[in-house]
C-alpha cells in the first residue's frame, strides 16, 4: 500500500499542474505574453500544434506567441477534465480545451475545441511544460455558423 507521504506527494504534484495549465491559459490570453511562457516552459520545451506548427525551446517558442500576437486579437483559453498521471519528477496529462477567439484578419469570432496532451517535468520545487501538443478532435468554426454544420470553417 502507497505510504500517505507518498499519496500527499502524488496529490500535491496534481494540484501544481493543474496551477501551471491555469497559468498557461491566463498566459494565453495575456496576449499571448511571449515573455511569460518561456517560464513555464523547460530550455528544451516543445509546444506543437495540429496545422499550426512546431516550437521547440524558448526562443523559438517566444517567436511562435508573437506570430499568435500578431494573428489573434481576443482569446479564452477553457481547459477542463484534466487527467493528469505523476511518476516520481514527471508526469503526463490530457486536457480539453474550448474557448472564443476572435482572429484580427477580417476581425473573425471563432470557437475553437481540441486536446492538449502534455508531458510536465519538475525541476526544483517547480513543475514545468517539457511537451505540450495541441490535436484533435475539435473543431474551429466561425461564431455565427457554430458547430452543427462543419467542425472546421
Known amino acids: 500500500m502507497e505510504s500517505l507521504e507518498a499519496r500527499i506527494d502524488r496529490l500535491e504534484a ?8 491555469a497559468l498557461y491559459c491566463e498566459i494565453c490570453d495575456d496576449a499571448h505574453n ?7 516552459f523547460t530550455a528544451d520545451g516543445i509546444w506543437e500544434g495540429r496545422g499550426i506548427g512546431k516550437a ?3 526562443v523559438q517558442i517566444a517567436e511562435l506567441f508573437k506570430n499568435f500576437q500578431k494573428m489573434m486579437s481576443f482569446t479564452q483559453h477553457m481547459v477542463m477534465n484534466p487527467r493528469i498521471t505523476v511518476q516520481g519528477m514527471r508526469a503526463t496529462a490530457t486536457w480539453y480545451f474550448f474557448g472564443p477567439f ?17 508531458e510536465y517535468v ?20 466561425n461564431y455565427e455558423v457554430g458547430w452543427g454544420e462543419s467542425r472546421y470553417q
Open 102 to 118: 476572435t482572429f484580427r484578419e477580417n476581425d473573425q469570432a471563432k470557437w475553437q475545441a481540441a486536446r492538449y496532451y502534455e
Open 34 to 40: 511571449p515573455d511569460r511562457i518561456v517560464s513555464i
Open 56 to 58: 521547440q525551446g524558448h
Open 122 to 141: 519538475k525541476q526544483g520545487a517547480d513543475w514545468k511544460i517539457q511537451s505540450l501538443r495541441v490535436s484533435g478532435p475539435g473543431m474551429s468554426v
Open 14 to 21: 496534481i494540484e501544481a499542474i493543474k496551477q501551471l495549465k
